[in-house]
């Protein structure tokens, strides 16, 4: 039985997934709180990673390959607030993009446990 692959196609399939984030990648960097986080960062690289990752969470043909969400994030120092923050700027970016209110909270239902391996400080 082949895998429901529903959302990653409500999300737009890879372009759709490409344009997200391109989108969030700028809003990232033009947000307050998270420019500090992002700006020194290889771009390419992880906006490429956070298409493969949203790729496979939404069900499509993808699959994440590099570290874990744990290795990826250490020694961020990220807290709650900052999570929270990342989250709000994606919900703006999906809004921008015209994803439904709905897809959008599929999605964000998917991403949310990996709060406990990203949140490295109280
Ligand atoms: C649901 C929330 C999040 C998800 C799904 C997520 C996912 C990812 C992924 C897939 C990567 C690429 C890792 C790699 O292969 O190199 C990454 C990198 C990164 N993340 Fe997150 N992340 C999240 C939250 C956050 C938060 C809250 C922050 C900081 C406020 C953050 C900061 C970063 C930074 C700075 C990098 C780049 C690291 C580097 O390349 O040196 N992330 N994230």
Avoid: W
Avoid at 13 to 42: C, E, H, I, S, Y
Avoid at 68 to 76: R, Y
């Amino acid at each position: 039985q082949p895998a429901d692959d529903s959302l990653y196609r409500q999300l737009g399939g890879q372009p759709g997934l490409t344009k997200l984030m391109d989108d969030f990648m700028a809003r990232l960097l033009a947000d307050q709180r998270m420019n500090p986080f992002f700006k020194d960062v290889d771009h390419q690289h992880v906006k490429a990673q956070l298409v493969a990752q949203f790729c496979e969470v939404s069900g499509g043909p993808c699959r994440l390959k590099g570290p874990d969400m744990k290795k990826a994030h250490e020694g961020m120092d990220i807290t709650r607030r900052d999570f929270n923050a990342l989250v709000e700027v994606l919900q703006d970016s999906m809004s921008a993009q015209g994803i439904a209110f709905s897809t959008q909270n599929k999605l964000l239902a998917r991403l949310a446990p990996m709060h406990r391996d990203i949140i490295n400080t109280p």
